[in-house]
């Protein structure tokens, strides 16, 4: 997984305060644009209905994300740069319980836009996957000097995406947005630890 490293001098130091309250309002921010959108629009929100096939597939789902992430981090240098300083700037601040809302609210308030609301709205088909994937990855730019991060986000969008065309149910890329966000943001924060006590 990503380790913190010293080549990010412009990573500003966030508190924990910060840290939540901005993952709070870009939550509530997603699911208002989300409810607008439904409301004044012709969408027909995407289903998502309780089953336990759909949370399996949604785990699976999201442990090859994480380990596709892994993968990326070590072979491609410039997502290594990019995931090192979000990790700096959204996960140094944080303790452990934290890592709950950190998977809950994007997992919930991100997937209710981009796949309940937006994939339907641009079409459930292949472009309509595309278009939702890119505004999904520039949602993840924090600078131009974090494409690569966009890049990466983009990709995820695409299959997260394509599990709720294919299965038409919401809570497969709900249950694999959380999943990976959980178990990555737990095992960064878990080796940064390791790190800080064999020092």
Not at 20 to 43: D, P
Not at 88 to 97: G, I, Q, S
Not at 133 to 158: D, E, K, M
């Given at each position: 997984?990503?380790?913190?490293?010293?080549?990010?001098?412009?990573?500003?130091?966030?508190?924990?305060?910060?840290?939540?309250i901005a993952?709070?309002?870009?939550?509530v921010v997603?699911?208002?644009?989300?409810?607008?959108?439904?409301?004044?629009?012709?969408?027909?929100?995407?289903?998502?209905?309780?089953?336990?096939?759909?949370?399996?597939?949604?785990?699976?789902?999201?442990?090859?994300?994480?380990?596709?992430?892994?993968?990326?981090?070590?072979?491609?240098?410039?997502?290594?740069?990019?995931?090192?300083?979000?990790?700096?700037?959204?996960?140094?601040?944080?303790?452990?319980?934290?890592?709950?809302?950190?998977?809950?609210?994007?997992?919930?308030?991100?997937?209710?836009?981009?796949?309940?609301?937006?994939?339907?709205?641009?079409?459930?088909?292949?472009?309509?996957?595309?278009?939702?994937?890119?505004?999904?990855?520039?949602?993840?730019?924090?600078?131009?000097?974090?494409?690569?991060?966009?890049?990466?986000?983009?990709?995820?969008?695409?299959?997260?995406?394509?599990?709720?065309?294919?299965?038409?149910?919401?809570?497969?890329?709900?249950?694999?947005?959380?999943?990976?966000?959980?178990?990555?943001?737990?095992?960064?924060?878990?080796?940064?630890?390791?790190?800080?006590?064999?020092?």
């Amino acid at each position: 997984m990503a380790e913190q490293r010293p080549d990010h001098p412009e990573v500003e130091s966030l508190s924990r305060t910060q840290v939540l309250i901005a993952m709070g309002v870009t939550a509530v921010v997603l699911l208002l644009v989300a409810k607008l959108w439904v409301q004044f629009g012709t969408v027909i929100l995407l289903p998502l209905q309780w089953s336990a096939i759909a949370v399996l597939q949604g785990l699976g789902l999201g442990v090859v994300i994480t380990l596709a992430s892994a993968v990326v981090y070590r072979v491609w240098p410039a997502y290594r740069q990019s995931a090192d300083y979000y990790l700096a700037l959204v996960l140094k601040p944080l303790v452990l319980p934290d890592l709950i809302w950190l998977g809950l609210l994007p997992g919930l308030s991100e997937e209710l836009l981009f796949r309940g609301v937006m994939l339907p709205a641009f079409g459930l088909t292949f472009e309509g996957v595309i278009i939702s994937s890119l505004c999904f990855g520039v949602l993840h730019l924090s600078s131009p000097r974090q494409w690569s991060y966009v890049v990466w986000a983009t990709t995820i969008g695409v299959l997260l995406g394509y599990s709720a065309l294919l299965t038409g149910n919401l809570l497969v890329p709900i249950v694999a947005h959380i999943t990976t966000n959980l178990v990555s943001s737990t095992i960064w924060k878990w080796s940064n630890r390791e790190g800080i006590v064999k020092r």
